[in-house]
């Protein structure tokens, strides 16, 4: 190549990497961004409290990352900036990223079975990482909440019987179908996996590897994870993050688990959380299950449950509507924090709203 070429080429590569925006303490910001279509996502998002139509809807937390650039935020007292938010079952998407550095470390394969590291499931020995990543131990669980209490097995987990010791609780279950043949949601999976990450990485390492190998790396300061009388984490359900925090979990993810110049993440990782499980049967309005993220996929002839997203939609999604949704395509990353009692939130609607405001609005 002539060096004269070789200079335009060198200084290209050079403006692409400047251009590429990672936040340091804070994000980088993109302009401010004002209209209708704003204003109808804001009135959606944070209905005002006469409006007893949508009164179930209640939003702590709602912010927008575009290419690395923090586009919108907006709080709703008592949630500030500052508070880490109690994420539910976000909890869950988070400790698979948290594994997916212990993969990257060799520490595990998906096909390994998992009584290997946790020795009560030996009476289950065909069951993988693979199958309690997908939701599919085969485990007789009832994923009810306060609705249904006297027969749920997370209730009786996380409340009563179970809470001193999560995974011991979910081993003692029963089996109702061979693992990785069937999905059934079950908070008590990802418990199972939180214990499987103590024997990889050993007792020593464990209480502080979640911070060591992915809140430190992503500049995450204010991370909260509380564990069962054991020392377990709750992966299920007991992680504590700031909307701005979880979303450099986002765009680790959507930059495919690369953070500046490092794989934190093994791509073919992110590509399995991505992957729809392959016996799962769609259910109307459901999201995909893929790794302990759920998916805008159609499957079986089903629809994608949300329409108006694109197809390479994936989200991190918890309880009373708290959601990270990660959109590829769009280069997004919005964070979603609520309280949301009475089912009347809707994840197509959000994302259809946030689509019509931000898509294709900032250039690098």
């Known amino acids: ?145 306060e609705y249904a209490p006297l027969k749920s097995s997370v209730v009786a987990m996380l409340y009563t019987r179970g809470h001193h010791d999560m995974a011991a609780f979910t081993a003692a279950h029963a089996a109702y179908a061979a693992p990785g043949q069937a999905f059934r949601y079950s908070s008590g999976d990802s418990n199972l996996l939180s214990a499987a990450l103590k024997a990889m990485v050993g007792s020593s390492r464990y209480p502080d590897y979640p911070w060591a190998a992915l809140f430190e790396p992503l500049g995450i300061r204010h991370a909260v994870w509380e ?40 791509k073919d990782w992110v590509a399995f959380n991505r992957e729809p499980f392959a016996h799962y049967h769609a259910h109307e309005d459901d999201a995909v299950p893929g790794g302990q993220w759920w998916l805008n996929r159609a499957v079986e002839g089903a629809a994608r449950p949300w329409p108006d997203a694109p197809a390479d939609t994936f989200a991190a999604l918890g309880h009373w509507g708290q959601a990270l949704y990660v959109i590829p395509s769009e280069h997004l990353v919005i964070v979603r924090y609520g309280d949301d009692r009475d089912g009347s939130y809707r994840h197509n609607e959000l994302l259809k709203l946030a689509l019509k405001a931000f898509a294709g609005k900032v250039q690098p």
């Open 227 to 266: 564990t069962d009388a054991t020392g377990t984490f709750v992966a299920s359900s007991y992680a504590y993050l700031t909307a701005r925090d979880l979303a450099r979990v986002g765009l680790l993810m959507d930059r495919e688990g690369r953070w500046g110049d490092k794989q934190l993440l093994p």
């Open 1 to 145: 190549m002539p060096k004269g070429l070789s200079l335009i080429f060198m200084l290209l590569l050079s403006f692409t990497a400047q251009a590429e925006y990672w936040p340091a303490e804070q994000w980088p910001t993109a302009p401010v961004l004002t209209g209708p279509a704003l204003q109808a996502l804001e009135a959606y998002a944070f209905p005002s409290r006469d409006d007893t139509a949508r009164q179930g809807i209640r939003t702590d937390a709602l912010l927008v990352i575009r290419d690395g650039q923090l586009l919108y935020e907006r709080y709703a007292g008592p949630t500030t900036a500052q508070t880490p938010h109690l994420t539910w079952s976000i909890s869950k998407s988070l400790m698979a990223t948290v594994l997916g550095v212990a993969y990257g470390e060799g520490l595990f394969k998906l096909d390994d079975p998992v009584a290997k590291f946790y020795p009560p499931l030996q009476k289950h020995p065909d069951m993988t990482m693979a199958d309690l990543l997908h939701w599919a131990s085969g485990l007789d669980w009832q994923e009810d909440y």
